[in-house]
């Protein structure tokens, strides 16, 4: 494997990878770090994000034999000294060649699933409408740490794909139960996805609320300034003291989002 553009992770992304030969072996096609890593920089509590892709989709026990391994090699934000918080995706070649949406994802691993793990509760494949945003990043910046290319493996995601996935994200987050514990997270998620439905280009969190921070009224940019001072470290995550005010932010929100959705397809390309 291929060291990635940033030393300071190259350490973990060979534990990783030898985590995944293990289970995977002769099956992997490619490896493609995309994220943070490549888009704006690693933060503090920054994803090290990594889209494998195999030829042949894996049985119920690799997949869990995987996710239990892969909990060896990541760690939570400022837990560990070399670890960093992994997030892995599996894909089956033919699962999303020739494209379609939504589009089989194999397996997800993230910090977020491994009290699930440790409690051996797996998640299946699923049809996973986000792999549009996901492959249209990597092609976008990612980088092949084994294998070709992104350019040379996959077909482009169609711009109306991204715009419909965009929507479906969106349509997640409708009551506060959806957001309670992650805030600060699905604040900037969504000031990434209002990017890119003006623009039609994807930007890292802080450089998407950058963007967004002069256009809103001053109530709003309260809670969205607090998300991404907390994302970068630079004070502490207060917003789950805050749920009236995040819940009004994230309502409007997802309603600019549908509205300018609507009213631009073709517009900017979504």
Sequence with gaps: MHDSPVPSINLQL??????????????????????????GGLKLSSDVDLLVTVAVAPDEGVRNALLVDLLTVSAPPSVDAVLRPLELTVVAYDGVVPWRYPARRELQFGEWLRSDIVAGRFEAPVLDH?????????QAHGVALFG??????FEPVPDADVGRALQDTVAQWQVPEDWAGDERNIVLALARIWYTT???????????????????????????AAARAAYLGHAPDTLSGQPDAVADFIRYACHSITVLHTGRQGAVGL
């Design 130 to 138: 986000d792999l549009a945003i996901l492959l249209r990043q990597v």
């Design 198 to 224: 003006v623009t039609g280009r994807i930007a890292a969190k802080d450089g998407a609320a950058d963007w967004l921070l002069p256009l809103l009224d001053e109530r709003y940019q309260r809670v969205l």
């Design 14 to 39: 060979a534990a990783v990878h030898r985590v995944v030969e293990r289970h995977l072996g002769d099956t992997i096609m490619a490896v493609h770090l995309f994220g943070s890593a490549l888009l």
């Design 148 to 153: 070709p290319s992104p350019e040379a493996l």
